[in-house]
């Protein structure tokens, strides 16, 4: 059987070399923040924990605070951190452990407990606990634990808890915990 020539397991070594350095360099990768703020008070593209202004990341990991605006590409990791007040902005998805304000993503928003204000989604907007404010789902609006205020969905809403205030869905609205007000 021929042997590999020398050229060729060197490339290999060279290849095995980088993959090795690139996977222990992803978590020092993933930290990197261009932080442009004063005492936290101002712009940070990337990862940055705490902030008020403008904070611009990929996908959240180490999310504490944002007072202002939060733009992320993908939803957070899970389980989400933090609270954004203010505007969380995703394209195509945000989301947060908490949000208070407006929420927009493209395809959806969404917090893991609490989402409190306006919450617009393309195909949804959701939260584990709590949704309170006017809540439009392009395809549904759902919560673990209750609804209150106006919530529509383009097929339904549903709740795990009560729903109260103005539902609407053009299949149907449901909750675990009745339909007390509407």
Not at 129 to 135: F, H, N, T, V
Not at 159 to 165: E, Q, W, Y
């Amino acid at each position: 059987a021929a042997r590999p020539s020398s050229g060729t397991r060197a490339s290999w070594c060279a290849l095995y070399s980088l993959v090795a350095f690139a996977g222990s360099a992803a978590d020092r990768v993933r930290a990197q923040v261009l932080d442009l703020t004063v005492h936290d008070v101002g712009l940070a593209i990337g990862d940055k924990p705490r902030l008020s202004g403008l904070r611009i990341n990929f996908r959240d990991r180490e999310l504490r605070q944002v007072n202002g605006i939060n733009v992320t590409i993908w939803s957070p990791y899970q389980p989400a951190t933090g609270a954004v007040n203010g505007f969380a902005l995703g394209a195509p998805m945000t989301g947060a452990k908490t949000i208070n304000g407006l929420g927009v993503g493209i395809v959806g928003a969404g917090a893991d407990e609490d989402f409190t204000g306006l919450g617009l989604g393309g195909a949804g907007v959701g939260a584990g606990r709590e949704l309170r404010g006017i809540m439009i789902g392009g395809i549904g609006v759902g919560s673990g634990g209750g609804i209150t205020g106006v919530s529509l969905g383009g097929i339904g809403v549903g709740s795990g808890g009560s729903v109260r205030g103005l539902p609407g869905g053009l299949i149907g609205v449901g909750g675990g915990g009745g339909l007390p007000g509407c």
